[in-house]
């Protein structure tokens, strides 16, 4: 099986753009989708991007995801920041088997 | 509106049993895979189990296979997580989500503390 690596922490301040990365030790990242999850204190997760980059309704355009096949890496990029986006953040992505996996999470702090 | 609370959880000495549902509502439930992602405290999100359509085929992770049961039961549009040999590191709060190939909505959570 394969793994998801996040980086634990990333800070930035508001009003700016900040891009959270996912890498795939093993297989393709294009082979699986890749989806993020924001998780704020206290609360449940929440989708925020599917399929690698779709938005679902209800979640501001200053979110998006990507992939990067030479890096073998899916990115969250959310810009214009505000306070309120500072949360966690999770990559998901599943095997062929109807697997699933999560990245380790990155705690994203808006200054 | 898709709404999913899960209950159940509490307390329970290492070696025992729990059984967690979770109660659908505003979906056609019989109509989605239904899946189990726990969160130990402080830690990130950990995929648990998954349910096809009718409960024919399930799929769990390696740390609790032979020890927990998903089910369902479609008549009553609920989930089930049924916990056994229950560890320490089993503690953590359970989310049920629907399954989308992303999840989608979540659950508030139940929490179930291993401990003695």
């Known amino acids: 099986n394969f793994m998801l690596t996040q980086p634990h922490s990333v800070s930035e301040s508001p009003g700016k753009t900040v891009t959270i990365s996912c890498t795939r030790s093993?297989?393709?990242?294009?082979?699986?989708?890749v989806q993020w999850y924001q998780q704020r204190p206290g609360g449940s997760p929440t989708i925020v991007i599917f399929?690698?980059?779709?938005?679902p309704s209800g979640v501001p355009d200053r979110f998006s995801g990507s992939i990067d096949s030479s890096s073998n890496s899916a990115s969250l990029t959310i810009s214009g920041l505000k306070p309120e986006d500072g949360a966690d953040y999770y990559c998901?992505?599943?095997?062929?088997?109807?697997?699933?996996?999560f990245g380790g999470g990155t705690k994203l702090t808006v200054l | 509106e898709v709404q999913l609370v899960e209950s159940g959880g509490g307390l329970v000495q290492p070696g025992g049993s729990l059984r967690l549902s979770c109660a659908a509502s505003?979906?056609?439930?019989?109509?989605?895979?239904m899946t189990w992602v726990r969160q130990a405290p402080g830690k990130g999100l950990e995929w648990v189990a998954n349910?096809?359509?009718?409960?024919?085929?399930?799929y769990y992770v390696d740390s609790v296979k032979g020890r927990f049961t998903i089910s369902r039961d479609n008549a009553n549009n609920s989930l089930f997580l049924q916990m056994s040999s229950l560890r320490a590191e089993d503690t953590a709060v359970y989310y049920c989500?629907?399954?989308?190939?992303?999840?989608?909505?979540w659950g508030q959570g139940t929490l179930v503390t291993v401990s003695s």
């Open positions: 989500v629907r399954d989308l190939g992303w999840f989608d909505p």
């Open positions: 505003g979906m056609t439930f019989k109509n989605y895979w």
């Open positions: 349910i096809d359509l009718d409960g024919s085929e399930t």
């Open positions: 093993s297989g393709s990242i294009v082979t699986n989708y």
């Open positions: 399929e690698h980059r779709r938005r």
């Open positions: 998901q992505s599943s095997d062929g088997d109807n697997h699933v996996l």
